[in-house]
């Protein structure tokens, strides 16, 4: 008895070498028939895959994707962190992609692991008569009256913040972290403005950060790691925005104006309850809270990816900038102390063609991620395994079907051209179909705004250096210098602007 345990025990190690080598032989052999005839590695790294590779140097890793798709119709595939993937190159395939997101096929999450990092109450991943629903309940937020409320509120900020660089920053500076400051005040500005003082703002900031670090790193939900921070940064942001939500309703209940879009959202779902209706559905604190994190991270992070890139294309385009600067002074002349109104915002349709141009040349986000539910026959001769992450890539449609689509040029959106509409298909920035953004007018306003105001208010002058234009990740794109400018004042006396 005692010779048999002596037996079994030195067999043990022996035992866990062979199950973990069956174990990573069965990985390799899963990885190899879901790949099946796709471009891409022939073997990876056994549980991790190519993970340190997607974080040490995202841009190569998508280019390389990229590029081994196009020597397949439009696919190519990897592994990352137990999580077989496909990247998608063709706009064709990600329409099927976009064209198909329904719990019996693709199931939206915005980020590979999206579900774990975001939490339970999220908009994007609705489907079905719940998505139609809250998409009903945010219409109000983007109103014309209620855009005009943001618009006001994005001007007072945004010369706020073109004031403070110039006048605080005399060499040259990175604008990638100051714009990211900018935006954030905007959003927790227009968002949720009255309802958060400054203790809280700054809580807010401190954990927007650590959440986008995290969004960078690996997925170990790991107390110490940077992505399990992460998801407890979303926690916390949910529930500051939760509490902003609760004291929306109340100050709506007492009649009081919508001064931020929390206030317009909320206005209609307190009518409904003091008609004697029950509540909307998904309309509790805690649910805005999930949901208005949502918007905020695709506002926060896209916004700041487009404003880099609108200054980096404007200091590299002379006569582009020329003439938004003919333009905007025509329409509005910040000696007259006065706001953009939402009909000289119109009126701008030059620089608004310069925003959709920066929008479609440098997508901010590249690809949008979605998870197979089931398998999914893509192509006659491909099928997505179930569980597979498909990577519709944004950036790869904007360069096809465009008319010279490498070259930066605002007037194919003009109304002679309408490049938006001849090739419609290809322009994914803002998404297609039941999950296309709801926030693109508010992010256009927003671009345009911030366009007019610094061609205006501000002489500026890139400071070139060796691939300052090349693409990182962090977690959208921006210019790999940051965006690293010169700033002088360009009038006598700033705007003194006000909402009154």
């Not at 935006?183 to 650590?210: C, H, M, W």
């Not at 060796?466 to 962090?474: K, N, P, S």
């Amino acid at each position: 008895m005692v010779l048999s345990v002596s037996i079994i025990a030195s067999l043990v190690p022996y035992i866990i070498v062979s199950a973990l080598l069956l174990f990573l032989l069965l990985e390799q052999l899963s990885y190899i028939r879901k790949k099946g005839n796709l471009p891409g590695p022939l073997f990876v790294l056994p549980i991790i895959g190519n993970a340190v590779s997607v974080v040490r140097d995202p841009t190569s890793f998508w280019y390389k994707q990229s590029a081994a798709a196009g020597t397949f119709p439009g696919l190519s595939a990897n592994y990352l962190v137990g999580k077989f993937i496909v990247y998608i190159r063709d706009t064709e395939l990600s329409h099927q992609i976009f064209s198909n997101v329904r719990p019996d096929a693709f199931h939206f999450v915005g980020h590979p692991f999206g579900k774990k990092l975001f939490g339970d109450h999220n908009f994007i991943y609705m489907f079905g008569d719940d998505h139609k629903s809250v998409r009903r309940q945010i219409a109000p937020n983007f109103t014309p009256k209620a855009l005009s409320t943001y618009s006001a509120l994005m001007q007072l900020n945004i010369l706020r913040h073109l004031r403070h660089w110039e006048e605080n920053f005399t060499g040259p500076v990175s604008l990638r972290t100051l714009v990211r400051e900018l935006n954030l005040e905007t959003s927790q500005t227009v968002f949720v403005g009255p309802y958060l003082d400054k203790e809280a703002r700054n809580r807010f900031r401190t954990d927007y950060n650590i959440f986008n670090v995290g969004t960078m790193t690996l997925p170990i939900d790991l107390p110490g790691f940077a992505f399990h921070e992460a998801r407890l940064a979303v926690k916390r942001l949910a529930n500051i925005l939760a509490v902003c939500a609760g004291k929306s309703k109340a100050r709506m209940a007492a009649g009081e104006e919508p001064t931020c879009l929390i206030d317009f959202w909320m206005q209609p779902i307190v009518a409904e309850i003091e008609s004697g209706n029950p509540a909307p559905p998904h309309s509790t604190d805690e649910e805005i809270g999930g949901f208005l994190f949502d918007f905020l991270f695709a506002a926060q992070d896209a916004s700041t990816s487009s404003l880099l890139w609108a200054v980096a294309q404007l200091d590299s385009e002379p006569e582009v900038l020329s003439r938004v600067r003919e333009e905007v002074g025509r329409i509005w002349s910040p000696e007259s102390n006065a706001l953009i109104t939402v009909d000289q915002l119109a009126e701008m349709k030059y620089t608004l063609s310069v925003a959709r141009e920066v929008v479609r040349y440098r997508p901010p986000a590249t690809m949008v991620p979605h998870v197979a539910a089931v398998d999914f026959p893509l192509t006659k001769s491909y099928t997505v395994p179930k569980g597979t992450i498909v990577f519709p890539s944004v950036f790869d449609s904007s360069f096809q079907g465009f008319t010279e689509a490498d070259r930066f040029d605002p007037d194919r959106f003009s109304e002679t051209r309408k490049e938006e509409q001849v090739f419609k298909r290809n322009f994914l920035a803002f998404g297609w179909g039941p999950h296309q953004c709801v926030g693109q007018r508010y992010a256009l306003n927003q671009l345009v705004l911030f366009i007019a105001m610094f061609s205006m208010l501000l002489n500026f002058k890139r400071l070139p250096s060796d691939g300052c234009d090349e693409i990182v990740y962090c977690p959208t794109i921006s210019p790999k210098d940051g965006c690293t400018v010169f700033l002088s004042k360009r009038v006598t006396a700033y705007p003194n602007l006000s909402l009154k």
